[in-house]
């Protein structure tokens, strides 16, 4: 696979925020509200659940999720490239 990156920018991706690119919003909706929906948390409590997700996804970010494509290499096990989903460009990581 061959990635089309473009160069380098100092751009601070804010990945719960707008796409510098095209504009789009890349927040993906509150986790909480979106496993509450979800049938395996519907028998949790809302303190249950939310135990549950600061647990998972810590307490020391927003608990939200994004839209934003994370491109991950297999050698090294990590993202490389931020994506946009709506505009296909691609930031390094
Ligand atoms: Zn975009």
Redesign the pocket.
């Known amino acids: 696979m061959t990635l089309n990156l473009a160069p380098v920018e100092n751009v601070l991706l804010d990945h719960h925020g707008k796409?510098p690119?095209?504009g789009?919003n890349w927040d993906g909706g509150s986790i909480f509200d979106v496993l509450r929906e979800q049938d395996w948390c519907k028998e949790k409590s809302a303190a249950e659940l939310q135990a549950h997700i600061d647990d998972c996804y810590g307490t020391d970010r927003p608990q939200r999720f994004s839209r934003i494509v994370g491109i991950s290499c297999y050698e090294r096990d990590r993202v490389i490239v931020w994506q946009?989903p709506?505009?296909n460009?691609s930031w390094p990581r």
Do not use: A, P, R, Y
């Open positions: 796409c690119n095209c789009t946009c709506d505009c460009k």
